[in-house]
């Protein structure tokens, strides 16, 4: 046992030795820029053809029904009158103007928070009912997409605000106990035509029909007839270097819309929705034909 003892203590002072704090391993994460190879932008409905599809024929759908959906935000007071509306959603250009005046003349209960009455910004909803009564391609140009990049899509409208919006004192709905109700709520519109241009992309297949559309500016309230006439459509198809191919087409035109009357007997009252500050509501779904 003594010959054992001087050895142990002497391995021990050796490790010790061996731990030094300048020599201790530290590994620290050091970031190294990686310069990325540059993607030129390609168009995926872009396609090498001798020439692109051409519209031929462009009837378009005679009473075609369908339901068109509204969404608003209309500040009610303490004695529930209908002082401000806002919309956020509409079906097509000019339909504003003839319900901001339907609805401000609608009576409300007010708002209600802790037993008295408040001011609230409320989101309201409207299901028109009604047909599109018939329509014509006014003109129409079709051309091959450019190979350099992807098309642009319209943007979706914001809600027509102003300044004088966010100043008018209004309680937040998730502190209203009771939401403003409607005495009583029916509109009725008289039907009008108009022209509207449209831009859209078209496959069309070897046999001149059309396959698949995408929507680039177009209101969504036509979106469904357009789509319902389009399969009557006809092209001569695109020439690719064999004959007849599969090939996409990008299509300016106007069209004339001759609406017929819409109707509604109910105006919905939402928990969410627009209010002056905040962001648009987002759509229940994508457009059709997107």
Known sequence: MRRLLPVVIVLASASALAQKPWELRVDLPVSVPVELPAVPPINPFAAPVVTPPTPIATPLRAKFPDTFSVLASAYVDTQGACRRVVFTRLPWPGLANALRPIITATAFTPARASGA?????????????????????????????EPAGPPSVEPASG?????????????????VDELPSLKRFRVR?????????????AEVGPDGRCRRVVFLACPEGLRGWLLASMAAWTFRPAAGTGGPVNAWVQLDGEIEVKMGDLASDALKVMRQGWAPGAAAPAAAGPPPGA
Do not use: N
């Open 117 to 145: 009455p408040v001011p609230v910004w409320l989101p309201l909803g409207i299901d028109l009912k009604g047909r599109i009564d018939e329509g014509r391609v006014a003109r129409v140009q079709g051309t091959a997409p």
């Open 159 to 175: 809600p027509e605000a102003d300044a004088h919006d966010a100043g008018l004192p209004a309680t937040p709905l998730e502190r």
């Open 189 to 201: 519109i008289d039907g009008r035509p108009w022209r509207q241009p449209f831009r859209l992309l």
